[in-house]
């Protein structure tokens, strides 16, 4: 509960850490006002007032702080990684009895080779899964270190009521946390990222801009705006799976192995032997930011809502990737998007399908939600619909399966007017 007139950090904090800001150099570097209004500033400005960092100059050293208004239920991350086994044991499972039904075939003769090759197969998967759990464990899902940041204990936020949204926990499933972990921070997920990111980062021609990513998953979006566009930049992620997994790597900046393919259905495979490729994460040495700033903030993306009160943000630009046909009402997220931004001249890029997801209200084409943007006071700068299908988690030139699975995303760029 926020009992104090300023906010405060939870027990595991990371207030203890060096940090390069100071609350008064940050005032300084800001080219914008700290009114309460700028989302962005708030979740920065919170973090700093209420870190004990100590200032250094020459510190160029920028850790990336997770930031909470509640506690994350941190017992889902444990039942996340006992599902995930059961799941894989399931599959065990199915393998074992058609395992079964070559041992004690009658109808055909000289199977050995074949039952050979199938026993070898559940004892690989078996190790394999062993080896993926025991990484989700001691590295993936595990509770982080949070800035807890509570809104109402600011005299200047008005509200302190958070809605009480029904959760979605799709996305803390591992097998969705490691799928975007090829995504975002493998080097068999590069062209995927290429082909969107880069797109997006191409849109943000300046540095210092105010950039939030809601539905940032593993993150590598929005540190790719920090780090190549020296944006400040707030991800913004409802899933605790999801965060804790970044954290791994954005955080406690750990690396690993894992083998994202081997719980795939076993169906439309082309070759048994693919689904044991192992890949390295993070692609990359390491993950500092060096001119640029990112947080990284775990809460639904409609909960900013009681974070703004009435009030108009100021961002420059708010970046969805994959994101928009999350909504359950895509009108909430568009009139969100809308109260962040800057009135005159706020930037909003997408890229993402519009597969609507199960529980959406209003699943508009492409074609109506070009009206709808354009009624609420957005100009439409491009537009387009990509004829190219991209794959969701690898681009790698294998062919996996004799089923394929990608999207044409619909791009566009729309500043407000
Ligand atoms: C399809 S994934 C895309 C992730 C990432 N943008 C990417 O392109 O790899 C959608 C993400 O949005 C998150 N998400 C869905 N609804 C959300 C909400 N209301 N607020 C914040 N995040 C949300 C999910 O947890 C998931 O990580």
Known sequence: M???????????????????????????????????????????????????????????????????????????????????????????QTLSQGLDILLHNQELTNLDRITCRVQNRIDRLSKIFDQDQDILQRQLFVPFDTTYVLPDGEPTISTNAFPSRAVDHSYDDPHQVVAHIVRDWTAEGKQIRRQLYDWCLSKIDKPGLRILVPGAGMGRLAWELARNKHAWVEALESSVGMAAAAASILQRKQSGMIHPFSSDQFSNEVNSSHRYLRVQYPDVDDVEIFEGHLSYTVADFLSLNSVLGNNQSQLDAVVTCFFLDTATNVLEYIAMITKLLKPKGGMWVNVGPLQWHQKSLIRLS???????????????????????????????????????????PLRFVAVLD
């Open 366 to 408: 492409a074609d109506e939600l070009y009206s709808l943007i354009e009624e609420v006071g957005f100009k439409i700068m491009e537009w387009g619909v990509d004829v190219a299908p991209i794959e969701y988690r690898s681009s790698d030139k294998l062919v996996r399966s004799t089923h394929y699975d990608a999207y044409c």
């Open 2 to 92: 926020a009992t104090a007139s300023s906010s405060k950090l939870s027990q595991n904090s990371i207030a203890s850490q060096p940090h390069a800001w100071s609350f008064h150099d940050n005032v300084a570097a800001l080219p914008f006002s700290f009114a309460i209004i700028c989302l962005l500033s708030v979740f920065t400005l919170l973090y700093n007032k209420t870190s004990t960092g100590v200032y250094s100059s020459s510190a160029r050293w920028n850790n990336v702080s997770f930031i909470v208004f509640q506690e994350p239920d941190w017992t889902l991350l444990h039942k996340c990684v006992e599902q995930y086994r059961t799941q894989n044991l399931r599959l065990l």
